[in-house]
């Protein structure tokens, strides 16, 4: 199975700042990465897929870049709404695979 | 717009199974298949695995053969998962989602407890 770890796996951050949360591939995945948000209770939300797309609906703020095996979620000038648990899925092949997760929460 | 509807929580004995759906609309149903999911705070999210909703096909995680069971009902656009020979780490939120996860539905909460 591949293996994504993400990290970190909490980001304590203010609002208006600038964050970054990252995962790592174990094998080449291409652009088949997706990024979720999820808040207590609710379901996974879509937030980017193909690496670097934004999904319908997402604000601007958030952005999805590659670099290698490396992708990862900024989320510029952070927002109350913004605190979550992202999470990445690598969708290449299945199984499919999820990253642990990054818990943002107001510093 | 894509709704997927799942079936209510569950609270099961250890031992015997649980049957949990997943009704979807807003799409042309057999055109994509239905994942499924299992999330735990212990071990996060976990691909269960899907069935190809036009053939009734399916792929599972090598962890959840003998343990989940994916059938669909076309007529009604409803997915289900049965989960057998439970035990308390059965206990989790199952969730479905349409084919490579993009859409979610609202998750299932199983527990299993005696």
């Known amino acids: 199975d591949i293996q994504m770890t993400q990290s970190p796996s909490s980001l304590p951050a203010s609002l208006g700042d600038r964050v970054t949360i990252t995962c790592r591939a174990s094998?080449?995945?291409?652009?088949?990465l997706r990024w979720f948000q999820q808040k207590p209770g609710k379901s996974p939300r879509l937030m980017i897929y193909?690496?670097?797309n934004l999904a319908a609906g997402v604000p601007s703020r958030f952005s999805g870049s590659r670099s290698g095996s490396d992708y990862s979620l900024t989320i510029n000038s952070l927002e109350s709404e913004d605190m979550a648990i992202y999470y990445c899925l690598q969708h290449n092949e299945y199984p499919l695979t999820f990253g642990s997760g990054t818990k943002l929460e107001i510093k | 717009q894509v709704q997927l509807q799942q079936s209510g929580a569950e609270l099961a004995k250890p031992g015997s199974s649980v049957k949990i759906s997943c009704k979807a609309s807003g799409y042309t149903f057999t055109s994509y298949y239905i994942s499924w999911i299992k999330q735990t705070t212990g071990q996060g999210l976990e691909y269960i695995g899907y069935i190809n909703t036009g053939s009734g096909g399916t792929n599972y995680n090598e962890k959840f053969k003998g343990k989940a069971t994916l059938t669909v009902d076309k007529s009604s656009s409803t997915a289900f998962m049965q989960l057998s020979s439970l035990t308390p780490d059965d206990s989790a939120v199952y969730y479905c989602?349409?084919?490579?996860?993009?859409?979610w539905g609202q998750g299932v909460m199983v527990t299993v407890s005696s």
């Open positions: 193909g690496a670097t």
């Open positions: 989602a349409r084919a490579r996860v993009d859409y």
């Open positions: 094998q080449d995945i291409g652009n088949y």
